[in-house]
DNA sequence: CTTGACCTTAAAGCTAACTTTAAAGTTATA
DNA sequence: TATAACTTTAAAGTTAGCTTTAAGGTCAAG
C-alpha cells in the first residue's frame, strides 16, 4: 500500500511516516518502479507500537533502547522502563492532585473575598497566594 | 535594586526578567544614569505572581488576559479561568490514572509471559498491546 | 590601570515531534 | 490532454519558554 493509505490506517501523517522513517523509528520501506514508497500490513503494528510506547511517556527518542540488538523487544529492559514510567506517571498524579487542591481553595478564598468589591489588586492577590501556597 | 538581585530573590535567571519585559509581562522598568534596570520591591510579587499563575498552569499569553483595562486582576475572570484550570487538571489527573493502570497491567501481562523465554517479538509484544488498550 | 563581575541589546539557539514549503515527478480521471 | 490528487526530497517553520551568544559598556577592588 502507499503511504496515504498506511497513514490513514494507523491515524497519522504521512509526513509523520516519513518522520518516522527518517529518524530510524521504522526500517527503511521499500519502493515501487516510480519511487513511492511501498508498505506491507506490518508496518502498521510498527507505527502502532510507537504510538502506543508514547502513550505510556516514551520518547521517540527512548524506544530504540527498548530494542535487543537482534531488534527484538528486550523483556526485562521493557519491564524496567515500564515500571519507571508507571512511577514517574504515579509522582506526577500526585502533583497534579495538589495542584488542583491549591486551585480549589484558591477559589474558595476568592470567592469569600468577594463580598467587598469586584476586583482584587494584584497586591491582595499575591496576598492571599503568599497565605496560601507560594 | 538591579537585576540580578532581583533575579536571585525570587529564583529566576536575569534573562528570564528581561524576557517577561519584552513580553509585557513586567512593565517596563525604569533606568538609573548608566542604563542599567532598576527595581523596586513591588517587582517581586510581580514576578511570584506569574509564577504562580504558571504553577496552576496558566501560559505565559494567558496571563494578560486575566487582567482588567485598570491592570487589575478581574474577580469573576479569574474564578472562572481557576475553575477550567483546575477542570483540565482533574481531566489530566483521570487520564494518567488510566495509563498507569495500563502500564500496570502490562506488566503483569509481561511477566507471566516471561516462563516462555527471555525476549518477545515485536508481533508479540504488538499482540499482547492489542489484547490490553490500543 | 587592569581584572573580573556586572550590565546592555538584538538575534540566534534550544527541545520535541512534527508540519509546512518548495520544486518537481507520477498517476487516475474526465 | 488537462487537471486534480497523489508522490518525492531537503530544508525551513512551528510551539513555549526560555537560554546563549556576540559585541560592547560600567564599575568596584587591588
Redesign the interface.
Known sequence: MKISELAKLVGVAPSTIRYYESKGLLPKSSRNSNGYRQYEHSSI??I??I??AQ???FSLEEIPTLK?P???????V??ER??Q??NE??A??TQ??K??Q???S??TQ??SS?SNG??????Q??DL??EGQ?
Open positions: 503494528e510498527q502502532k507500537m504510538k502506543f502513550s505510556l511517556g535487543t537482534e531488534n527484538n523487544l528486550d523483556h526485562t521493557v519491564i515500564l515500571q514510567k508507571q506517571a504515579n506526577l498524579i497534579l492532585q495542584k488542583s491549591r486551585i480549589g484558591l477559589i476568592l470567592n468577594w469586584q476586583c482584587l489588586t494584584q497586591k492577590m499575591s497566594l503568599n507560594f
